[in-house]
């Protein structure tokens, strides 16, 4: 497998493939591993077809991805599931067919770009399946989403690869090059991102769990924006020196970024940020006298009780 790839397509993905893929994985593992008692063998139909033993080996889920491709750029908005046996190493092209005519209906404007599958790294194997979709795509796109976790690892664990013909030992072969993409959002899915990211934990996470996990999001993303703008401020002035050669499409959105920042600083903006702030800190000076009525409240019950024992003490003494 060469290192990079030098077709020059740029590659956009969205978000909804890498859930889709995500969770294809996990309901085929679930299906696999299901919750049964020690030293019991249970036989299960795998989501891609066939019957596999539970076991403790992660599956491989298979499927296609589609989207659009305008010039050089391929973008990747959307998934569907693959049946594929495994003792021939080969998909079933009648249902490949029927899912295509399906999602033609729905999304007429959108074609198979390629497949995905899950693994740490691409296998000779693959490269079957990969032959078996070019008469569907000439060029197919191979999606690996690793599902190991990895928390050192910060970048996604996706990879896209295209494949090239390359001579190896005087015999030309087909063989996986990686390629770089990004991630691209539509609002919709930034909302449903968002969402996601702010359920609570199914073991019962408590509300100062999710919270520091969210306040260390929004930290490692800030540390993130902050790196980055260092790296661009260090390059501007290594080209305002001469250093490196000037780029005026570099410098255009450069501008065109910078230009969008006194935009935040205008009238409309500070009196909708007062305001917003405003009603956040009425809403803390309400819950705290709310809090203050409850304490008092208590303290007075309680001092009722007290005087009205008192007061049962004393009139049963006066009247012995």
């Known amino acids: 497998m060469a290192s990079s790839s030098s077709s020059g397509l740029t590659f956009k993905l969205h978000p909804l493939v890498i859930v889709n893929i995500s969770d294809h994985y996990t309901r085929v593992k679930s299906q696999l591993n299901p919750p049964i008692a020690p030293h019991n063998t249970t036989t299960t139909t795998t989501a891609n077809g066939g019957d596999a033993v539970a076991s403790s080996v992660p599956p491989r889920v298979y499927g296609c991805v589609i989207g659009v491709q305008k010039g050089r750029t391929v973008e990747i908005f959307n998934s569907f599931e693959l049946l594929y046996d495994s003792s021939t190493n080969s998909l079933d092209r009648p249902f490949l067919e029927k899912k295509q005519e399906l999602y033609k209906k729905v999304f007429p404007n959108f074609y198979i770009l390629g497949w995905y599958s899950t693994g740490s790294d691409a296998e000779e194997s693959d490269m079957l ?50 390629s770089s993409y990004t991630i691209e959002t539509v609002e919709a899915e930034r909302i449903s991102v968002d969402h996601v990211a702010h359920l609570k934990p199914s073991d019962g996470g408590s509300a100062a769990t999710q919270l520091a996990a969210h306040l260390t999001g929004i930290h490692s993303a800030i540390k993130m924006l902050h790196s980055r703008i260092k790296v661009l401020h260090h390059y501007l002035l290594a080209m305002q020196k001469g250093d490196v050669p000037c780029e005026n499409s570099l410098l255009r959105q450069v501008s065109s970024l910078l230009r969008r920042l006194p935009a935040i600083e205008s009238g409309k903006f500070q009196d909708d940020f007062l305001m917003e702030y405003n009603d956040t800190l009425l809403i803390s000076y309400l819950a705290m006298l709310t809090n203050c009525s409850s304490a008092t409240n208590d303290l007075v019950d309680k001092f009722n009780t007290a005087y009205d024992r008192h007061s049962r003490r004393g009139g049963r003494t006066a009247f012995m």
């Open 129 to 178: 399946i990969h032959k078996a979709l070019m008469d569907i795509n000439e060029s197919p796109v191979y999606l690996l989403l690793n599902p190991s976790i990895n928390h050192s690892q910060k970048d996604l664990p996706v990879s896209i690869f295209e494949s090239e013909l390359h001579v190896i030992d005087g015999i030309p072969q087909l063989i996986f090059v990686r």
